[in-house]
Each structure stands twice: as C-alpha cells, then as structure tokens.
C-alpha cells in the first residue's frame, strides 16, 4: 500500500482533465473506412474553430508527457520526463501567465494519465516500469492508492464523462493494450470495450458526450485512426482517418470540438507545430491553429475559454519549459 504523501496545493482543490473511453468495437466496412477517409483536415468558411497560440510563461523546469489536468483557473503538472528522460515526481501549476512548483508525487512517473471525479483527481498508470495503481488526491493534499487498473499500464490516455473515468489502451511493459477500462470512482475498475487494435500514447478528450480518440501508435507505427466511444451507445467507431499519421499529441476540449495538439510521426524527430479541430459529431477534421514551434508530449488542460499547453520535446530533443495559451479567434469555446 502506497503510503500518503503530501502536495503543497495552497488550498487548490483539484478538479478534472483527460481522456478514455469505450465499449466494444464494431467491425467497419470498406464505405464506412471510404467516407472516414475523405474527413481529412481542411478548411470549413462555414465552422471558424481557428484558435490564437501566445506565448504565455515558463514552468519552473522543463518537462515532457506531464499528466495534466484542470484546477480551477490552473493546469496542474503532474511527473513526466526530464532533459535526461529521467521520471520526475514534480507537481507544477500554471495558469499561463505564471507558474509554481506545487510539490511531489509519491514516485517518479511518465506516460501516466490524470482525471477527476467528485472533485478528486486521480493519476493513472504510467511507467515506469508500468504501475497499475490509481491515485487519489485530495484536497487536503494527501494521496493514496484508490484502486488498480486489471493489468498495469504506462501509455494510457484517460477521461471521464459523467461519473465514469475511462482508460484508453497502454502498455503493459511487455504488451501493448487494446481494453478500455471503466471506474466508478470506486469497486474494481473493469474492462469494457476494445479498440480495434493496441493503442498507446492517443490524444484522448470528451465532447459532446463522446471521447474522441485521436492517433496513437499501434505496435511502433504512428496510426491515422480517430475513433468515437459513445457511452450510451456502447461500441468504439472510426469517425476520420487524418491526412497524416500522429501519435504523442494532446487534446483538450474547447467549444464542443477536440483539439489535438501537435505531435509527431512514427520517428522521434517529426514533431508537428499543427493543432486540428475535431467534430465529435461528425468526424470533420479542421485546421486550427499552429504553435511557434513543432512539440510533441505536451500537457494540455482547458482552462475557461482557453487551453493550456506546457512542456514537450521538440525534434532536437530538447525538452521545452514554455507555456501556451490556445484562445478561439471569434468567439469560438464562448
């Protein structure tokens, strides 16, 4: 049992960010895999989802593939790598213009993901090697191990919608995951769907009351795939299929789209600077914005109108400590 530690949160009680999903994943056919494909991103003069991308502050060290969520007016930093792919166990809050060391998690953590039910915020997973633990945290700054994911897992992406955290795909240390997973908030978490096939390190976030997953990698291979879990529905399908393969992006929600957030291909050195705009609806992938510079591994959080960008790698590998605020052009997220 992993004992309570404590986060110097200065009285912020944490709330929600990220992604996951699903149910079980319906066979799609050649018309439907026709019709996703032409969903390729481009511009819409009927839909403006274009964001403005400034430059907003520093953190207090860099850091890539933070898990990252939501805290009222702040993103909240949580582990990640170091410029010497180290695992850190530092807490970060920022809320664009100004950031802070907040204090430490129980152990060093990477490829982890965050979400928040109840007012609670729970770090899942990550490596390594690869942890099944769900951690809560709450707002008197104590963390303890609320449940166990089936199997443990680092490259998770996760999310709640409703009362539900859903955890997408990851990896085993051995094996790479194609479940998603469900929990309450309490009891075991369960398995409940499937992708169609592994998938670690997605752009993960809900809207309209559906968690769009975006990329990842399948195997070593950087996917194309967006997928749609409808929760009341219960089936995983693939609503798009982008122009080019992305993988370690983010996503945060904005307006009723998901924005994804950079990235990069299957090769360490292809980070992108493009941000899309997802309809959830429809599957039609729009041209957002871009950031001052290609990253990929970032924490992202949306925070009022805005997202928050922080850390990432860029191709030279240099870990970044910059922040970016994502802001609607015309009103978009109002």
Same mark, same amino acid.
């Given at each position: 049992?992993?004992?309570?530690?404590?986060?110097?949160?200065?009285?912020?009680?944490?709330?929600?960010?990220?992604?996951?999903?699903?149910?079980?994943?319906?066979?799609?056919?050649?018309?439907?895999?026709?019709?996703?494909?032409?969903?390729?991103?481009?511009?819409?003069?009927?839909?403006?989802?274009?964001?403005?991308?400034?430059?907003?502050?520093? %953190?207090?060290?860099? &850091?890539? *593939?933070? /898990?990252?969520?939501?805290? @009222? $007016?702040? #993103?909240? =930093?949580? +582990? !990640?790598?170091?410029?010497?792919?180290?695992?850190?166990?530092?807490?970060?809050?920022?809320?664009?213009?100004?950031?802070?060391?907040?204090?430490? %998690?129980?152990?060093? &953590?990477? *490829?982890? /993901?965050?979400?928040?039910? @109840? $007012?609670? #915020?729970? =770090?899942? +997973? !990550?490596?390594?090697?690869?942890?099944?633990?769900?951690?809560?945290?709450?707002?008197?700054?104590?963390?303890?191990?609320?449940?166990?994911?089936?199997?443990?897992?680092?490259?998770?992406?996760? /999310?709640?919608?409703?009362?539900?955290?859903?955890?997408?795909?990851?990896?085993?240390?051995?094996?790479?995951?194609?479940?998603?997973?469900?929990?309450?908030?309490?009891?075991?978490?369960?398995?409940?769907?499937?992708?169609?096939?592994?998938?670690?390190?997605?752009?993960? /976030?809900?809207?309209?009351?559906?968690?769009?997953?975006?990329?990842?990698?399948?195997?070593?291979?950087?996917?194309?795939?967006?997928?749609?879990?409808?929760?009341?529905?219960?089936?995983?399908?693939?609503?798009?299929?982008?122009?080019?393969?992305?993988?370690?992006?983010?996503?945060?929600?904005?307006?009723?789209?998901?924005?994804?957030?950079?990235?990069?291909?299957?090769?360490?050195?292809?980070?992108?600077?493009?941000?899309?705009?997802?309809?959830?609806?429809?599957?039609?992938?729009?041209?957002?914005?871009?950031?001052?510079?290609?990253?990929?591994?970032?924490?992202?959080?949306?925070?009022?109108?805005?997202?928050?960008?922080?850390?990432?790698?860029?191709?030279?590998?240099?870990?970044?400590?910059?922040?970016?605020?994502?802001?609607?052009?015309?009103?978009?997220?109002?």
């Amino acid at each position: 049992m992993l004992s309570h530690s404590r986060f110097l949160l200065g009285g912020l009680v944490m709330a929600a960010a990220v992604a996951g999903c699903g149910s079980g994943a319906q066979p799609t056919s050649t018309a439907t895999r026709s019709a996703a494909a032409r969903r390729t991103a481009h511009r819409d003069p009927s839909v403006d989802v274009r964001v403005s991308v400034s430059a907003a502050g520093r %953190l207090p060290a860099p &850091v890539q *593939d933070p /898990a990252t969520t939501a805290v @009222g $007016g702040h #993103a909240v =930093l949580m +582990g !990640g790598l170091d410029q010497a792919d180290t695992s850190t166990n530092e807490v970060f809050v920022t809320n664009g213009a100004s950031s802070r060391r907040l204090g430490s %998690l129980p152990y060093g &953590v990477h *490829d982890a /993901a965050a979400a928040t039910l @109840g $007012g609670t #915020a729970y =770090l899942i +997973g !990550g490596g390594e090697p690869s942890f099944a633990q769900i951690v809560s945290v709450d707002a008197h700054s104590h963390s303890s191990v609320a449940a166990y994911l089936p199997a443990a897992a680092s490259d998770v992406a996760a /999310a709640a919608i409703g009362g539900t955290v859903y955890v997408v795909g990851g990896f085993t240390g051995t094996a790479p995951l194609n479940t998603i997973v469900a929990w309450p908030g309490s009891g075991s978490p369960r398995v409940v769907g499937h992708l169609p096939h592994p998938l670690r390190y997605a752009a993960v /976030a809900a809207a309209g009351g559906k968690l769009i997953i975006t990329g990842g990698t399948s195997g070593i291979d950087a996917t194309t795939d967006v997928f749609s879990y409808d929760p009341v529905r219960g089936h995983v399908r693939r609503i798009a299929v982008l122009s080019r393969p992305l993988t370690h992006a983010s996503a945060a929600t904005l307006g009723g789209h998901v924005y994804v957030i950079g990235g990069r291909g299957s090769n360490l050195d292809t980070q992108t600077n493009t941000i899309l705009a997802i309809d959830p609806s429809s599957g039609r992938v729009l041209r957002a914005g871009r950031l001052p510079v290609g990253l990929s591994d970032t924490g992202a959080a949306t925070v009022g109108h805005s997202v928050i960008v922080a850390g990432g790698r860029t191709a030279g590998g240099v870990v970044s400590d910059r922040v970016y605020v994502l802001r609607p052009r015309t009103g978009v997220g109002r």
